[in-house]
């Protein structure tokens, strides 16, 4: 298996402007994470789907913010619009989901975000 | 609510040292606990983890973590690191469901 892929790898964009973030989970995976990871604040869980619903999106910073699942080998992060501040590096996680706590979580290589 | 606290931001060691790499958690119940490493550049690759059963768990790559229910700790150690150890190591706990809360993070530099 290819593992969990991303794309793009680096986003350079202006403040304002729209940035949509991807990412194929591990195909039989059903729980899907999006992770934001700074310097000052660590890796902090934006949020997370299970069998492509939404189930906790408690971590989302803002309404700019938008994460969509809509189908089982894909999902979107959506900033709009963007602000320097959202620069980070941004990962997509995904588990079995079958069990749950237990899961090991696999991460993608992340999406390094730098608005200007 | 759970918590992880990693007491050390950054840990230098010369290689061929033993290290330890501290982390605390905070839980009123039964707790799966993970330690991921994080190469630069790389995402969170899962080192070892503690769901049960006897409470030291061991890595392919010598790293070991003793789960210790009494000081809600869950330490990772090695005896003998390699200059390829050096990276982020973080401690990661989960109480039941889906959520995973991860500390902040441990940098490790091991130095020639």
């Known amino acids: 298996d290819a593992g969990v892929i991303q794309s793009p790898r680096h986003e350079v964009t202006e403040m304002g402007q729209e940035v949509t973030l991807r990412c194929k989970p591990i195909?039989?995976?059903?729980?899907l994470f999006w992770y934001r990871q700074t310097m000052m604040r660590g890796l902090e869980l934006l949020i997370y789907f299970n069998n492509n619903v939404p189930i906790d999106d408690s971590g989302m910073p803002e309404d700019r913010f938008s994460a969509k699942m809509p189908n089982a080998s894909f999902s979107t992060l959506k900033i709009q619009p963007s602000e320097p501040r959202d620069s980070a590096v941004y990962f997509c996680?995904?588990?079995?989901?079958?069990?749950?706590?237990?899961?090991?979580?696999?991460f993608g290589p992340g999406t390094r975000l730098t608005v200007l | 609510a759970q918590s992880v606290t990693q007491l050390d931001s950054q840990v230098p060691v010369f290689e061929e040292a033993p290290v330890e790499l501290r982390c605390n958690y905070s839980s009123s119940v039964s707790v799966y606990l993970f330690w991921y490493v994080q190469y630069p550049n790389q995402g969170l690759q899962l080192l070892l983890k503690y769901l049960s059963g006897s409470t030291l768990v061991e890595s392919i790559n010598g790293f070991e973590a003793e789960f210790n229910k009494s000081q809600t700790s869950f330490h990772l150690r090695k005896p003998s690191v390699h200059i390829s150890d050096t990276a982020e190591y973080f401690c990661?706990?989960?109480?039941?469901?889906?959520?995973?809360?991860f500390g902040a993070g441990t940098r490790l530099f091991v130095k020639a």
């Open positions: 990661a706990v989960n109480t039941g469901g889906f959520k995973t809360i």
């Open positions: 996680a995904s588990s079995l989901g079958t069990s749950g706590s237990m899961d090991e979580q696999f």
């Open positions: 195909s039989g995976h059903n729980s």
